[in-house]
């Protein structure tokens, strides 16, 4: 009997429909690639938990000071390895200056600090927030770079010179990394169609799929429902194209197969929608559910990438399940030109003849073979691999060590610590009540590693009070200075020094029965030393004077690295159990999740265990970030889960036809050429991460691109068909398909 020719409605009126929608929602979502950074936050406070220490201190800083500004830290350094001469330092008060008249400087500059030795100075502008810490610092260093001073070289260092490096390392993430994803795709996807159109229609449904998804952020993100940064919106992106680009893949698959078995296209289209529709919704609610676990972080940029990357993968699926067979059904076989698939006995002969040739039918002969010596085999060498993974140091990485590359700021820091104490320019903060500053001081003074402690106050230049042992150092200098002018004076030596005092007249800010300390630490504001140093003065500080909490750059650095390792610590086991229900419920068994699950457990351990050989020993890395370990788990897991879902869901729709033992190798055949092709895609997709300069990214880029290669060529490939071939129908227990 002739197949039935579907209405016009269905063949050719709720295509269009669908894919005018699309079009529509891309032509307004479009423009926003370039404006979500306008809701991208900078301050690290700005992630940290509410109980946070530093979070608790940046809330009550603005009470004492503006909390719109950071510190820029302008620091010049005889080039000749002399001391600054009087000419130099005579520019260097001209360039003060025209700093403090500069767009975005707010408040008054400090004095030209001079080094001990003479051979550097330093001047702290606050770099307002709202005008932009990329502007601001980029004003302050064209000055610099245009007034030039003979013999000295000037950098812009400093918190806010850090902000506008990580902003400069960020901003190409609207432009290259979109270009460079979109273009690795293209490539792959012309190699694997060797088609004209149907590259094209996959990477539209991905364009498409992200611009409804950067539409969905930005604005969650302007009313105020999520928090976005540079970081989450680099994954966004790469995640969309490489999930929108792997699902359509499938899709298209198992579209071409019908192809061969079905002469009408909405036929064709049917029996691929109903293929393709449970893998699909299966891997992209699996990795949904890995990233909304992130919920769980008490970091808001980890609560940040849950929900969006879910909308990112919502629309991924949304795309290629409405646009992407809307647009298949309106081009049918012409999509596929010059390769095109008919559904005539000659072409479906040629056809099955091809896949009898083909590499994934060999793979499949040798797995049916040999299930248990590769099995056995494959673990073993990756077991061997996941033996390093404990190397890998995910205990946080210095934020001078962040941008992978040439760093002004790191520059200017370096500066600093040869001729000033480390800290200075970046202090820790305390604040205490009142009748606690005296205890609190004395505390402070005797951690080793505080060079000295000030107020912040009224009546002084500085709007800095030196207390504890550093005001009776400068008292000691002045004494000392003014002995070495006065003698024979007849005025008394205690009345000179007193008249001498510039911070006579100076009285402590209080505000709330509160003040606000400034400790200047001995080492670089951005080292794991000084992390051990703001531990060390929260626990004598604060055993003195219980009111007192501890901030500041440091202090934000190190709570960010204490709640990245507790996030570890309980999202991890979360994102499994869950995981292994999901799969549980899709293939109506209980034994294959649990193996799927530790087949994946062990290509995430292995992939760390590679990633610490060569971050240590190779490429020399200074360590990794906590939370770098914690996102490559949530992404490798759940897409290396994707890849078995692919493969079990087939493998199970073979299995109720020619029986388990048949049925995996079956399975693995044709499922062979799509999914390695989706994982080279999606691995290519997270390589191009790294051509952000920014090490989390970069080291995230590895991890997940090796993991997801590892994952499609051995375990998808070898381990887990192997496992099943061996095994046989109990790994359906305790369903029916078992006997």
């Known amino acids: 009997m002739a197949e039935r020719r579907p209405s016009v409605w269905i063949r050719i009126i709720i295509p269009l429909v669908l894919v005018a929608t699309w079009l529509g929602v891309s032509a307004v979502g479009g423009p926003y690639f370039g404006r979500i950074e306008e809701v991208s936050e900078v301050d690290l406070t700005a992630f940290l938990p509410k109980s946070a220490e530093a979070t608790q201190v940046s809330k ?87 007034d030039t001073i003979e013999g000295a070289k000037g950098f812009v260092t400093g918190p806010a010179g850090f902000a506008a490096d990580l902003n400069v390392a960020f901003a190409g993430i609207d432009g290259i990394l979109l270009l460079t994803a979109l273009s690795v795709v293209l490539v792959i996807l012309i190699v694997v169609y060797r088609s004209v159109l149907l590259p094209i229609i996959v990477l539209m449904t991905s364009i498409f799929a992200l611009s409804a998804g950067i539409l969905l952020v930005f604005t969650l993100a302007k009313a105020g429902l999520v928090e976005l940064n540079g970081q989450v919106q680099g994954i966004l992106f790469i995640l969309v194209i490489g999930a929108a680009t792997d699902y359509s893949l499938l899709y298209v698959s198992r579209y071409r197969e019908a192809l061969y078995s079905n002469a009408l296209r909405w036929n064709a289209t049917k029996e691929a929608f109903k293929g393709a529709l449970e893998p699909i919704l299966a891997s992209g609610g699996t990795v949904i559910v890995g990233l909304l676990c992130l919920l769980l972080s008490d970091l808001a940029s980890n609560k940040a990438l849950g929900p969006v990357g879910a909308i990112g993968i ?134 080793k590693g505080v060079e000295s402690v000030s107020v912040v106050a009224t009546g002084t230049d500085s709007k800095m009070l030196p207390v504890g042992e550093y005001a009776l150092e400068i ?9 070495a002018r006065a003698s024979g004076s007849p005025v008394p030596i205690e009345t000179l020094v007193a008249q001498a005092n510039p911070f006579k007249d100076a009285k402590p800010v209080v505000r709330n029965g509160e003040v606000l300390l400034q400790l200047t630490l001995t080492a670089d504001p951005n080292s794991n030393e000084a992390k051990d140093i703001i531990r060390q003065v929260r626990q004598d500080v604060q055993s ?57 457990v062990l290509s995430f351990a292995s992939s760390i265990g590679v990633s610490a050989l060569l971050f240590n020993h190779i490429w020399g890395f200074p360590g990794a970030d906590p939370s770098v370990l914690l996102y490559g788990f949530v992404f490798l897991v759940a897409l290396g ?47 191009a991460l790294a051509v952000i300069p920014i090490l989390f990214l970069l080291q995230l880029a590895f991890i997940v691109a090796f993991g997801v290669l590892l994952d499609t060529l051995i375990v998808r490939s070898l381990l887990v068909p192997a496992l099943i071939k061996d095994i046989g129908p109990s790994v359906w227990w305790p369903s029916g398909l078992k006997k």
């Not at 793979?363 to 996941?386: F, K, N, Q, S």
């Not at 008292?475 to 002995?483: L, M, P, V």
């Not at 390695?676 to 999606?682: C, F, K, M, Y």
Request: glycine residues 8%.
């Open 314 to 447: 919502a629309m991924a699926m949304l795309s290629a399940l409405t646009f992407l067979p809307a647009v298949l059904l309106l081009t049918g076989r012409k999509a596929f030109w010059p390769v095109v698939p008919r559904a005539t006995p000659e072409a479906r002969r040629i056809h099955e003849t091809k896949s009898q040739r083909s590499v994934w039918h060999k793979v499949g002969e040798i797995v049916r073979l040999h299930p248990r010596p590769i099995w056995i085999v494959t673990v073993i060498a990756l077991g061997c691999a996941a033996l390093f993974a404990p190397q890998l140091k995910a205990d946080g990485v210095p934020q001078d060590q962040l941008i992978v590359g040439y760093s002004e700021a790191r520059e200017g820091q370096k500066v600093l610590g040869r001729h000033f104490p480390d800290g200075s320019g970046s202090p820790a903060q305390v604040i205490v009540k009142e009748t606690e500053m005296s205890a609190a001081v004395a505390a402070a003074d005797k951690v």
């Open 544 to 600: 003195k004077s219980p009111s007192a909490i501890v901030g500041g750059v440091t202090a934000a650095q190190l709570d960010t690295t204490t709640a990245s390792i507790r996030d570890r610590a309980i999202i991890i086991p979360v994102v499994l159990v869950a995981i292994t229900i999901i799969l549980a419920i899709l293939l109506r068994a209980i034994v294959a999740p649990i193996l799927l699950l530790m087949t994946t």
């Open 60 to 146: 009550k800083l603005g009470e004492f000071v503006s909390n719109d500004t950071l510190a820029a830290v302008v620091v010049y350094e005889a080039e000749s390895g002399d001391k600054l001469s009087s000419a130099q330092s005579a520019e260097i008060e001209k360039v003060r200056e025209t700093i403090a008249s500069a767009n975005g400087v707010e408040g008054e500059l400090s004095p030209t600090l001079v080094s001990d030795d003479g051979k550097a100075a330093f001047i702290v502008a606050q770099a307002s927030t709202e005008v932009g810490l990329k502007e601001v610092v980029g004003e302050i260093r064209a000055t610099i770079s245009e």
């Open 641 to 687: 889960i994707d890849y078995n879902i692919f493969l079990m869901t087939r493998v199970r729709e073979e299995s109720l036809k020619v029986g388990t033992s048949a049925g995996v190798i079956k399975g693995l055949v044709v499922t062979g050429g799509v999914i390695t092709s989706a994982g080279v895609v999606l691995a290519a997709t997270f390589a």
């Open 475 to 483: 008292q000691t200098a002045i004494r000392q200075q003014i002995e």
